[in-house]
């Protein structure tokens, strides 16, 4: 219910404030508007607002929404006489410049969303991760660069970089890179050295990936005692009676050392019956259980449902928080909407080119997959979830493909460029056009959300 919730709330937002931009530009250039509608299909509530009479439209089908507008190529002849003394508001009859401010001003509308949710994210103050990395997998790019356990990521391709976040934001930023690239570290010894990072061959396919993992970076983890600081609810952990506080000592006889040894046994044994001796109130005590599983990426892997015991202090020194006044929030806030909208069109140039993975390609599954599990995380991730949908919808909005509106805006700059608007004959072909481009991008993206479905890798 959260998940189909927060995916209806995010489709009503966007779609509202991106037809609202076109509704909004339309009446600023005197155009007559005839219908808001927020969906498609059957409607389910209407209503008529205004001196133009306006029909305000809820309909059935959540999945876009549309303004319409005084046309005369859509109206016949008994509505040419209804409309007779507004046909000089009519859109056709618009300069070129009017009808491109209009057409745009609803991808740009969900461009400023996405500014305002970030300004108010900014204000809250960005916390995030310290970018201080594990022991990297022998042989990964990492290792070989020369990163240790404990080294502190200071900048990355001349980019200083502040969180864990900042690196994987700007590692995809960067990749793919046919040359090394330069990384500045700070040792747990406290020395700076600088690195360089050969990248060349990850696979693009990796691309859309976990990218952190292929090139062998991993958030550092403290050194943490195998004691059980949370249960999950009807986890196997509380089936076999385990309390907070207990300390797993061994597992078949194995000795477990610390915390991550704990869960690389747990994990490399899905569906498996365990005895775990373990230390409660200095009384060792031997507990079984047979351990659950999941699937991550694939494949297998044991749950047993219990989390780390951890010091306040500890995880205080991973977190760095940055707070900026509101003119310095604003700043970052549309440095932010600029830098994801660039990377949201590299990224569909890699995949064009194929150095990027047609699986990045989302639908409304996926969508309310992620809808779900950010609104389940608090508001703050559900509003930068909103933000970076509603850049995507504006980005995508101004793509040159005919029936988008970037299609709309390239027929009337040609119209300004020669002097007389395209001929219907090719205006209707590239109408087909843009059908079969937007037709094929939905099943790839279906195609993928089924994948995702059928292989759990959400």
């Given amino acids: 219910m959260l998940m189909l919730l927060a995916f209806l709330v995010a489709l009503a937002v966007l779609i509202v404030v991106h037809e609202f931009g076109h509704y909004q530009v339309a009446k600023w250039c005197g155009v007559r508007v005839l219908r808001f509608s927020v969906g498609f299909g059957k409607p389910i509530y209407s209503k008529v607002f205004g001196k133009d009479q306006t029909e305000f439209v809820v309909a059935g089908i959540p999945l876009g929404g549309y303004v319409k507008m005084l046309d005369e190529r859509e109206i016949d002849e008994e509505d040419k006489n209804k409309f007779a003394q507004d046909l000089h508001r009519a859109f056709n009859r618009q300069a070129p410049l009017k009808r491109i401010a209009i057409v745009a001003a609803g991808p740009i509308a969900n461009l400023l969303l996405a500014i305002f949710f970030y300004w108010i994210l900014t204000l809250q103050g960005v916390t995030g991760v ?98 059980i600081g949370e249960i999950q609810a009807k986890s196997v952990a509380e089936k076999a009676r385990l ?85 310095d929030a604003m700043a970052e806030a549309i440095n932010k909407t600029w830098q994801t909208s660039v990377f949201s069109l590299k990224m569909l140039f890699k995949m064009i080119s194929g150095h990027a993975s047609l699986k990045t390609i989302s639908g409304p599954v996926t969508i309310a997959n992620f809808a779900g599990q950010s609104a389940h995380l608090g508001w703050k991730p559900y509003l930068a979830f909103l933000a970076i949908l509603s850049i995507s919808l504006g980005v995508l909005n101004l793509l040159p493909v005919p029936i988008l509106d970037g299609g709309h805006i390239v027929y009337y ?36 959300d089924f994948d995702r479905l059928l292989t759990g890798s959400f």
Avoid: C
Wanted: glycine letters at 6%.
């Fill in 130 to 227: 310290i970018a201080k990395v594990d022991s990297p997998p022998v042989g990964s790019a990492a290792d070989i660069a020369g990163i240790k356990q404990g080294d502190l990521i200071l900048s990355l391709a001349g980019k200083p970089i502040v969180s864990w976040q900042d690196l994987q934001w700007r590692l995809l930023q960067v990749l793919p890179a046919d040359q090394p690239i330069n990384i500045q570290i700070k040792t747990i010894a406290g020395e700076n050295h600088n690195i360089k990072l050969d990248a060349s061959k990850l696979d693009s396919a990796k691309l859309d990936e976990n990218i952190m993992q292929n090139l062998g970076f991993s958030l550092y983890q403290p050194d943490l005692p195998a004691v």
């Fill in 243 to 327: 309390r907070l506080g207990d300390k797993i000592i061994s597992i078949d006889g194995l000795a477990i050392k610390d915390w991550k040894s704990l869960v690389e046994y747990i994990r490399s044994h899905p569906n498996k019956s365990i005895s775990m001796e373990i230390l409660r109130d200095e009384k060792l005590l031997v507990i079984q259980a047979v351990l659950d599983q999941s699937i991550e990426k694939n494949s297998a892997i044991g749950r047993l449902g219990v989390g780390p015991s951890i010091a306040h202090d500890e995880v205080n020194k991973m977190l760095v928080t940055r707070y900026y006044k509101p003119l």
């Fill in 413 to 448: 700059t040609v119209e300004i460029i020669r002097g007389r608007p395209l001929s219907e004959s090719v205006m209707m072909v590239g109408q087909k056009v843009g059908f079969v481009i937007l037709g094929a991008l939905m099943l790839l993206a279906l195609y993928n």
